[in-house]
């Protein structure tokens, strides 16, 4: 008798691990990290109960593949144990590279190195230290591996990853009209000409799925509150960052985050950094910004003080853009009202965008597979709900100014 | 203390009652007998839960009436008791002429009479029994109460009779997919120059809740073997009532239902037939359907067995229209196979259309009250995933034929 | 590819079939006939949600066998393909002879005859239209079948049986307080020295199920309203047959129902009338009740509209018996009030008793197995909440009586 | 029309606020710090979804709170709007003065100041912000408002803090078995010479709470792994002290957490220091931890290591105390394979007990209210599942060992 682990899940009841090296992974530093890194960001400051992690996503992501690799099996597809195992653990490493705040913070930061680019590095380092075993998930990660419906359901768009979040950030946040037939999607699933389709019974619940993905982005994901505080942390990183230019001293609550802020030279092999990268979570972040309250520049504590108390700016959305002379008249009010200058007010006063695209057929491809064996984009299937229409993506325009 | 009723129910946690007229109107017979009445007919034969009955989702549907009127009161809404007490009563009796079957039976049995006038007759007769207290029910349930807005919550775009429906069927069912935001959308209600309205911020949340009703429509309401038991039924009553005009000796199993097949006057006056008509339930027609079973004429016994057992026509879903040679060819097919005529086999063999469309926008205006006080119909709005585009109704052609 | 079939459930998400034998059994006149008993006789009258089928429970049951032999499986116990099909069709079947509102009909409709033992003769005939194939589910139903744990799941302290319906009553009725954590009770049974038993880990969860157990059997099965309508439909079938007895003339609404009525010799060998009782379910006695509003014998009609327009006896429960004279003084006191003979009254003033035992360790034997290999009954278990204390039944008494 | 806030909650579908003084006591930068502690501080180690925070338990607590007055209201208990302000106050800032990682660290860190009077001081100080409006609230949590049942609901047997943070942690942590009927449960409270009861109904709803509590307790709450962790953090701050008081040079990540870590005289006067306890929260711990990963000191840095990364010490749990024998066995081993002293071994092995009592009759005072207006305590009520029995403690011996 293996052993085996359960694990109690409020979204799926339990999940099941049996692996040894599955085992081996979760329990690995790199992987236990996740358990500090939020997954929504910012959003609990709307939704109180948002404050679920990267690594409970992943965890369910994992539950999710091992489901949907037993449909297809049960469907008659070929798929061998090391592929099994290869996909469950692209999986579960799929977003090992999130830095603290990922999306926030990736640009600032971590100079637009890309989380996707830092999972795959992780994961090589990993595949060292176990020997190689994780080649087969690295190949399906990167699409490597000729099966390319195992790559599809760690990357696709009906793949696991988006399943579980979209079911788990609906879950944690309370938001109903969230919830997606997952449970029924993966039951539809099947393989056609090597390519993840999905059978045409299942056209309501993809609307369904893409429906309550499109609620997701614009009541949630893109919440004005969850932008603000977003956008506020670029501004706090970026005026630290100028102000350590500037010879003011300034320091992080880390060591590891003290050098991803200070040291400009690291981003030409980030491969050497990695170890200290892994040492980097919501905590530092958040600890750093809490100490920051209290320094000497004006700019910089407003800014910790209102993302550490909620005392946020205030957006507005519209869907036409803002002008300049309007921002800049803003800007020019706050800058008087602070005492400070129109440069420095432009931390605390700025415009930018939120953009999603309901469905983008050239992008994402849903192919539906019908019962006389033709397959058919979803966008393209008579009286559907999804059309080429929302192939264009929907951008609203935003103002966060301090009041 | 007044007296206080708590009613368990599944979806809701607990309904309260607290009006000492509302009890006298449940314990009434005629409203009791709703707990002879499946809701959804014959979709327990595709979704084993979907037993819940008409009594059930009357009380949910004034469970959220009461929701509903409490949130515009908040809002600042005038709404008196006596009209609090209308709206709860004309939504707890908006489906009391359901008679068994509804749907199926509405055009067969009853010639025609809708539901809906038996349920106005019906309201007027108890109206009678309770000294009058019931007209404001009655005027809001007939639209001729100034306040439109108590009408529409009865019966609306986005009336809790729908709100309920869609909810308890999804629930009963377990299809996922049709559950709605309904405590979002009932918190976003409110009422501008007199008419329900609903706020911007639940664009979404009504989006979802089309959508849902969409899927439910396709995947349930008109779900291919519930379509087959409807037809079936419909043709069951159809050939009893001719054997009966041919002198064929048959009975139903209560003397209600018998007088409803064998007299034909009256339909003249409908009026004078609402106690018998309250003597029908869903048992009268199962019951007889049984007893059938063992008839002498082949086409009946065949239908009523295939009904009870579960053996069900097959059925075919098309987008393009069956020929008449196809349906021709089928019937005559089978009445070789059973020895019996052309026109006898048509009770067996026989084609129709399902027809569903997602959103109106002439016929079902829902309303979206932006923050700078304008209204607009949701499928006017930018960025809006109801379009004008599915204003047309989609239909589906079907055959049913006996294997 | 196997045909496989995927039933929607609201309690488990989804119940898969992929066993051809399986879907001709649940195909089966027999089978069906289930989705036409209640699975709680009257309790959807104060919860109105459960009107839920013995269909959809043994469904549920057999979801809860298949994922309990997975689990057993996993755990290396030794189950042959043949004895899994044989487990699933016992519990599929365990349920097959119940008549209509079966608990209160089995004493006085069909004269003792218990359910279980129709069951068997049910089962015994479908193995015979079944080749054979039913011999391995007979035997582990009989406990004839060596491998005594296969028979302990079907019907033992932990049996699939309890947990779908205390499971599926609790989510029907809306009681949450009679959930059990079903799922982290099936992935702690295990096998030892051929019997079933429960890990350690477990104890919490069994506790947990034995106290919804005693909340559901006080609070909704043995619910005085309940009770109230159980008696009734036994007494108006007691004085239906004193009716026919004494030359009234008296029909039920169907031919099964009317030959169980009237017919007093079939006992001798109930094997005879198994056709004529797979013909009788809930509606034949619903619809003949209703046809009895307005007989003749004012005894007869009272009761049937009181069952049917639920106006029921008032019922009172106490911790001591009624005493003779109480009762006798509240019979005469109806005789009078409704010009009947006391003897007459009888049938509307009544007394009875309700008995329940939270956990009685001679007769259930929950065996738990601790890590060191021991094995113990769950009232022996230090700390155990469940004691020898609760081996003695709990005795309520209540009084009916017409008001 | 007044402004009223909802939030969305995945527990109670949304939490409605509507009074302006309590969005200002929520916008509060001393309760927005509640964000950052977590309800149930390590118990996420083997529930990954069990980070929820205290802020949304304490809002959840408030809303529990409201339906329980507006219950009670509506059986005639008179409860002013002064009052109800005050209880949900009083509900709301009943856990403001947690510490971070409260229970492991109050003792260590805060020198046995417990967060109950820390509660009460920042009250004080909040009603001094707030001009007096907060006087109520604190009477009713310091149970001197004559009207005890609103101290009660506060904190007492059936207090709304248990109710909530029983359905919360059983949500987060997807124990099922912990749900309990908490809707029922408020339903049936009632008022009786001033205190607070439960009605007769209820009493299986209370058993089942007890019985969900105590599962909770042993199967959650005093988990070995959470237990294995608190005492790891326990230690961690002993030794990090013990260092400090050896002159070696150590570090808190944050300034506030640095005082409290090496000024030792605070707690003269805790409310001088009121102001730097609420910089203090869980980030600054764990960011700390992490820092000290590294630190030369091997005992710390191996600690701090293990809670990080989850590399946990073994814990038993046995019914018998470990022996003084067994204990300083194992820590001489330990010592021997680190190279450390006995002594710097017992922060790596020791021994502890971990306590529960179901109920406590002398204690607890559950009041049952009979329909005869009699007033019983539920374990003296005659085959009540609760008994004297379960009022004595079970006492259950770990030994926590590094290996």
């Given at each position: 008798?293996?052993?085996?682990?359960?694990?109690?899940?409020?979204?799926?009841?339990?999940?099941?691990?049996?692996?040894?090296?599955?085992?081996?992974?979760?329990?690995?530093?790199?992987?236990?990290?996740?358990?500090?890194?939020?997954?929504?960001?910012f959003a609990s400051l709307v939704y109180p109960g948002a404050v679920h992690t990267r690594l409970h996503h992943s965890l369910g992501a994992y539950h999710l593949m091992h489901n949907a690799l037993n449909e297809l099996r049960n469907k008659g597809v070929d798929i061998s144990l090391e592929e099994e195992r290869g996909a469950k653990i692209a999986i579960l490493l799929h977003d090992i590279g999130h830095g603290p705040y990922s999306h926030a913070l990736e640009r600032k930061l971590l100079k637009g190195v890309h989380h996707e680019q830092i999972s795959v590095m992780m994961m090589e380092?990993?595949?060292?230290?176990?020997d190689g075993k994780l080649q087969m998930a690295i190949d399906i990660l990167s699409s490597k591996h000729p099966k390319q419906f195992l790559h599809q359901l760690v990357s696709g768009q009906l793949d696991v990853d988006r399943m579980d979040y979209l079911s788990r950030d609906s879950f944690f946040t309370g938001v109903?009209?969230?919830?997606?037939?997952?449970?029924?999607?993966?039951?539809?699933?099947?393989?056609?000409?090597?390519?993840?389709?999905?059978?045409?019974?299942?056209?309501?619940?993809?609307?369904?799925?893409?429906?309550?993905?499109?609620?997701?982005?614009?009541?949630?994901?893109l919440h004005k509150t969850v932008v603000a505080a977003e956008k506020m942390l670029v501004k706090i990183?970026?005026?630290?960052?100028?102000?350590?230019?500037?010879?003011?001293?300034?320091?992080?609550?880390?060591?590891?985050l003290d050098f991803f802020l200070k040291d400009h030279q690291y981003t030409n092999d980030f491969r050497n950094h990695l170890e200290k990268f892994c040492c980097l979570d919501d905590t530092d972040v958040m600890c750093t910004l809490k100490n920051w309250c209290n320094h000497q520049d004006v700019v910089l504590s407003l800014l910790c003080k209102g993302l550490v108390n909620r005392r946020l700016l205030k957006v507005e959305f519209r869907t036409e853009p803002f002008s300049k002379e309007e921002t800049e008249e803003k800007c020019s009010k706050v800058a008087r009202q602070l005492n400070i200058s129109d440069y420095e007010a432009g931390y605390l006063v700025f415009k930018g965008?939120?953009?999603?695209?309901?469905?983008?057929?050239?992008?994402?491809?849903?192919?539906?597979?019908?019962?006389?064996?033709?397959?058919?984009?979803?966008?393209?299937?008579?009286?559907?709900?999804?059309?080429?229409?929302?192939?264009?993506?929907?951008?609203?325009?935003?103002?966060?100014?301090?009041?």
């Open positions: 008798m293996a052993l085996r682990k359960i694990i109690n899940d409020p979204v799926y009841g339990f999940i099941t691990i049996d692996d040894p090296l599955i085992f081996k992974i979760i329990a690995h530093p790199y992987y236990q990290r996740l358990r500090r890194i939020h997954q929504m960001a380092l990993l595949n060292q230290q176990f109903a009209e969230g919830v997606i037939g997952y449970d029924r999607i993966l039951k539809m699933l099947a393989v056609h000409n090597g390519e993840l389709v999905i059978e045409e019974k299942a056209i309501y619940s993809v609307e369904k799925f893409l429906v309550a993905r499109r609620l997701m982005y614009w009541q949630v994901y990183i970026k005026r630290a960052q100028e102000l350590l230019e500037n010879g003011i001293e300034l320091h992080a609550a880390s060591e590891a965008e939120a953009v999603n695209t309901t469905y983008n057929p050239n992008d994402e491809r849903i192919k539906v597979l019908f019962k006389n064996g033709t397959v058919t984009d979803i966008s393209k299937i008579q009286n559907a709900l999804i059309h080429q229409h929302f192939a264009s993506p929907v951008k609203k325009y935003y103002l966060c100014r301090f009041e």
